[in-house]
């Protein structure tokens, strides 16, 4: 199973930013879709945004205009580049790997990077 390890969380004040990545160990990284999820205490874990292995992303409504996924084939990454960030993003975040074409989530996740956002 491919492994994900993702980094970047931490503690932010309203309106700042952060990246998040996550490197997966896989020599066909570009061949899979990826995606970000969160999960706030209390909360189901929930879709952030999506990128297909053609580049194609999705965005959840709440995260739309601030929040950018991107990626990196050549180093076999992901990334989550979040700005303007609310209290109310605050979660834990997850990555995903998931099979071309197939519906998400797929069956490898990372270990998950705290965000907190507080002043």
């Known amino acids: 199973q491919v492994q994900l390890v993702e980094s970047g969380g931490g503690l932010v004040q309203p309106g700042g930013s952060l990246r998040l990545s996550c490197v997966a160990s896989t020599s066909i990284f570009k061949m899979y879709a990826m995606a970000w999820y969160r999960q706030a205490p209390g909360k189901q874990r929930e879709l952030v945004a999506d990128?297909?292995?053609?580049?194609?992303?999705t965005y959840a409504e709440s995260v739309k205009s601030r929040f950018t996924i991107s990626r990196d084939n050549n180093k076999n990454t992901v990334y989550l580049q979040m700005n303007s960030l609310r209290p109310e993003d605050t979660a834990v975040y997850y990555c995903?790997?998931?099979?071309?074409?197939?519906?998400?989530?797929?069956?490898?996740w990372g270990q998950g990077t705290q965000v907190t956002v507080s002043s």
């Open positions: 990128i297909t292995a053609g580049g194609i992303t």
């Open positions: 995903n790997l998931n099979y071309p074409g197939a519906t998400f989530p797929g069956p490898s």
